[in-house]
């Protein structure tokens, strides 16, 4: 992302009622190009999907927000072993400037992923977005994990759904604390949580 977006680094209790709107509008129009179930759950002004992030990296510019991505510290547990990251998700970038900055937008956060204490950072994106997810990776500052189906619970009860979900997505995980050979190996994350 260029050298024109300046970053707001904050605390989700730090976000004031214009703040919401504005990322409200944000995703409504980021995520609603891909479907419009994909932005119903930003309407009336939500500014997150499924579990509620508890750090946010906005990037704005002289358009308005230019980019977003939400962090929350959680256990999962891959395989048999239970472990700390830092989810990523709630990623979005206005159309006008995809393809500059996935791995910008992480490193912007990397000095705060430290300050956390955390291990991995852990996200998931849906298949369509491989490409997306392999361009960042090959940047060295994260892997794809292969084989991984990922369980979560559904952000809402559904009386005619049942309340967890096994996805088939793109798993990627980025090294903080330890090296990517110390990730544990298994053929099932549980979120034990809705994704971020």
């Known amino acids: 992302m260029g050298s024109d977006v300046r970053w707001k680094l904050c605390w989700e209790n730090e976000l004031q009622l ?96 430290q300050r956390m204490g955390v291990p991995f950072v852990f996200g998931t994106v849906r298949q369509a977005m491989r490409n997306h997810v392999e361009r960042f990776c090959r940047g060295g500052l994260a892997s794809i994990v292969s084989g991984v189906e990922v369980r979560s619970t559904l952000a809402n009860i559904h009386p005619d759904l049942p309340p967890t979900r096994v996805e088939d997505v793109i798993v990627f995980v980025a090294p903080i604390g330890r090296s990517m050979d110390e990730w544990p190996s298994g053929t099932l994350i549980d979120r034990n949580g809705p994704e971020l």
Request: charged share 20%; hydrophobic share 45%; glycine share 14%.
């Open 18 to 113: 214009a703040d919401h709107v504005e990322l409200s509008d944000f995703f409504l129009k980021t995520y609603g190009r891909h479907g419009a179930f994909l932005a119903k759950p930003f309407e009336g002004g939500r500014t997150w999907a499924g579990a509620r992030p508890e750090f946010r990296a906005i990037g704005y510019d002289a358009h308005g927000i230019a980019a977003h991505i939400g962090i929350l510290r959680r256990f999962i547990k891959v395989g048999e072993v239970d472990l700390l990251v830092a989810e990523i998700g709630l990623y979005g970038v206005r159309p006008d400037l995809e393809g500059l900055g996935i791995s910008f937008s992480l490193s912007v956060v990397y000095p705060l992923l």
